[in-house]
Structure formats: structure tokens, C-alpha cells
């Protein structure tokens, strides 16, 4: 190429295609620190009163803002919007004409936005942030927005299972409230704490899109069935289903071997000690493990108390294993009644509890669900959690988790 050639241009047709500048006219490029800085001007075709929009304007003047747009392979790309100050000979306001480009007060173009978000479903916010070249918190920012406006759009109206849980979000005892629907997969809703009223703005949404909500699955926590039976007027299935039923009962059981080690000489104390996971394995997982199975018999040989806690923890498993709800009911009340007769205080409390949600436990064999899904969800949260180095803003945390099943999860920390 000789020195006459001329120089190719960036053209209108350009920016119009990389940037989405539908409304500018191309005018130059600058080449500064690194950054490209291409300047455009509002075609006059364009050119509205922001007020009215009437085209009958007259130029007053022109002043200069910069935006962030998408980069350009590694160099960062900013369009200098030249913008005339418009006087409207019809309603007579005197402002600066539309960026169109960005929304108002923003530092970056809607594409700009738009490539954040893409790449927030595969990186973590500090990643996204060193690859264009802007801070941490407005990738956050930016995120945090969409996913806001992305919520808006889900609806509701189909709606008939779902489970509801807690999750552990900080040490201290801080919970977040998570409900899954179960037919979908789809966080539906989270919120800070446990109690019933944190559950009130989930159950008016769903509510205002006429949902036709079935069977609910849950622990056995009154929070959240006050929560139901308050701010949802319909009849609803509560399935208080077998995951959290018998992790109450292995926290019976532990409850009881404590009580028993301490109680026990130096002899007994080191037979106890280290039987937790022997006490609170399935029965035919030990089977498997001869030498574990030979050390819970010793154990159990020798302490008829745990032995009659561990019979009826085995025994509370074969629950959801009936022929049909007469018979699970039966068997229930019979386990209650053998419960009660053990005359152990962590015992009698249990079986207390499921003489009162005893419709919650035998509603299962109705609505065969479960807060599974959500366990599966709870194990994605904590890899998700430890990956951002735990959440400052627990709002942002919530809308993240609420599009977590769309997500790289592993990927999309901090």
C-alpha cells in the first residue's frame, strides 16, 4: 500500500451494527491511553423534543457525554455522544436531546449491560470486571439490575408444587427462605429469615397470578405452616415429607447417645464414644460393612436404651414403604405408641410432634413429594456461596439463586 492510499474509515453503517447507534451519525475516532473513543451526532431525523416529542426543535447549543461501550478484541471502546440542546417551538422546553444509547445516568450503553450479563452465566464478577476493564461493583450493579428485571417477567400462574426450606447463609444462625417449584425445578422465591412473615410477598404474587397451588412440601417448622394457612385462602396439601421427618428423629437419636455416654463409666463412655455414624446409618448400608455392623451390635448388646431408639429409628424409615394410607396410618400410630412407652424425654417430644402433624406426614401418600430438590439446591448454594467468599448484600444473593438452575454456578461467584 502506497502513501496516497487512503485510509479506511469507520463507518456509520459500523457503529450502527457493533453498537446498536441506530439514531447517530459516525463523525471520528480518537485514539487515547489505550482506548478507542468514537464520536457520534443524533441524526437529524431524530432530533425530538424529550418532552413531547415533536420534531419542531431549534439547536441551542451542544454539549459532549461518555459512554462505556463493548470492547473491541482487548481495547476498551467509549462513544462520545455529541448532544445538541434542543428548544421545542411547540411546548417550548429547552433540554439536551435523548442519549437513546444508555439509559439516563448511566456510565455504560444497554449493550454495554447486555455483554455483562451474557458473560455473568459463565464468569465470576471479579473475572468479568478485569476482562473490561471496570470496577466490581458495577458489574454487580449491572447484574443486579437485570436479574430484577428478568423477575419481573416469570410467571406464576401455573404454579402447583413446591417445597419450601431454609438455607444457612451466614454463621450466626442467619437463614435465607428458599421455595422451588417442583414441577419445573425453578427457584421461585427467596428471602432473608425463616419466619412465616417472610413468606408473605411470595404468597401474594402467587396469589394475584391465580395460581392453582396443590400440596406443599416442608418441614415440620410451624413458621412455615402458619405461613400457608395464613396468606394462602385456599385448601392446600402440607406434605411434611420422610428427608426432614427422619433427620428429626437421627437428631433424636444423637440426642440420646449423648445423654447415655455421659452417664456411662470410663469403660462404657469409650464403648459410646465414636458410635454416632454407626447410630444413624441405614440398616442395610451397615450390612455391607461387617466390621462397623459386628461394633453397633456390641454397642447395642450392651445399652438396651439405644438399642430401643435405634429399632424405632429403623423402624420410622418403613413408614413410606405402606401399601396405603390406612395402613401408613396405622403404623404410625403404633410407632407413636411405642415411642411414648420408651418413657425417654427426647423421645416423647418426637413422637409428640408427629402425633400433631400426623396429617402433614400421611399427606404424602397423596402428594408423593418431597423438599429434595431443594436439598439438591442447598449443596449448588453453598458451592456457589463459598466461591463469591460469602455475600455482602443478601438481596443480591437471593436474585442469584433465584436463576441459579440457568447458571454455571460453580463459576459465577464474585
Not at 450503553?109 to 455483554?115: G, S, V, Y
Amino acid at each position: 500500500m502506497n502513501d496516497k492510499t487512503p485510509k479506511p474509515k469507520m463507518s456509520t453503517s459500523f457503529v450502527y451494527h457493533a453498537f446498536g447507534a441506530t439514531t447517530y451519525n459516525y463523525r471520528t475516532t480518537k485514539y487515547e491511553d489505550g482506548a478507542i473513543f468514537i464520536y457520534l451526532e443524533k441524526k437529524p431525523r431524530h432530533r425530538r423534543c424529550t418532552t413531547c416529542r415533536s420534531r419542531n426543535v431549534s439547536l441551542e447549543g451542544m454539549g459532549t457525554t461518555t459512554v462505556k461501550t463493548v470492547p473491541i478484541g482487548k481495547k476498551p471502546v467509549f462513544l462520545v455522544l455529541l448532544l445538541h440542546v434542543l428548544r421545542c417551538k411547540d411546548c417550548g422546553v429547552l433540554a439536551r436531546e435523548s442519549r437513546d444509547l444508555a439509559d439516563p445516568l448511566k456510565s455504560y450503553t444497554r449493550r454495554f449491560a447486555t455483554l455483562v450479563l451474557d458473560l455473568s452465566k459463565e464468569m465470576t464478577i471479579t473475572a468479568i470486571a478485569r476482562y473490561l476493564g471496570v470496577g466490581w461493583d458495577l458489574v454487580k450493579s449491572i447484574i443486579k439490575e437485570g436479574l430484577e428485571q428478568k423477575l419481573k417477567g416469570r410467571s406464576f400462574r401455573r404454579v402447583r408444587y413446591i417445597a419450601i426450606d431454609e438455607i444457612a447463609i451466614r454463621k450466626g444462625h442467619e437463614y435465607m427462605t428458599v421455595v422451588v417449584d417442583l414441577e419445573t425445578g425453578q427457584v421461585l422465591f427467596t428471602a432473608e429469615g425463616k419466619d412465616h412473615e417472610c413468606l408473605k410477598p411470595f404468597f401474594q404474587r402467587l396469589r394475584r397470578a391465580g395460581a392453582k397451588l396443590e400440596a406443599v412440601a416442608m418441614d415440620m417448622s410451624s413458621a412455615y405452616l402458619k405461613a400457608v394457612r395464613t396468606y394462602w385462602p385456599h385448601e392446600v396439601a402440607l406434605v411434611h415429607d420422610h428427608y426432614h421427618v427422619v433427620s428429626n428423629m437421627n437428631e433424636v437419636v444423637d440426642s440420646v447417645r449423648r445423654d447415655e455416654q455421659n452417664q456411662q463409666n470410663e469403660e462404657g463412655k469409650k464403648l459410646i464414644k465414636g458410635s454416632r455414624y454407626l447410630l444413624l446409618r441405614g440398616k442395610e448400608k451397615l450390612a455391607e460393612m461387617p466390621e462397623k455392623q459386628s461394633r453397633l451390635d456390641e454397642l447395642l448388646e450392651v445399652n438396651q436404651t439405644l438399642h430401643k431408639v435405634y429399632l424405632l429409628k429403623e423402624d420410622l424409615r418403613q413408614f413410606w414403604s405402606q401399601q396405603s394410607k390406612e395402613d401408613a396410618e396405622d403404623f404410625i400410630k403404633q410407632w407413636i405408641a411405642e415411642a411414648m412407652a420408651l418413657k425417654n424425654e427426647h423421645v416423647t417430644r418426637f413422637a409428640r410432634t408427629i402425633k400433631k402433624r400426623i396429617e402433614g406426614i400421611l399427606a404424602w401418600y397423596e402428594h408423593k413429594i418431597t423438599t429434595g430438590p431443594l436439598e439438591g439446591f442447598n449443596n449448588k448454594i453453598k458451592v456457589f456461596k463459598r466461591a463469591a467468599y460469602g455475600y455482602r448484600d443478601p438481596k443480591f444473593f437471593g436474585l442469584r439463586i433465584l436463576f441459579l438452575h440457568e447458571t454455571g454456578f460453580k463459576l459465577n461467584g464474585s
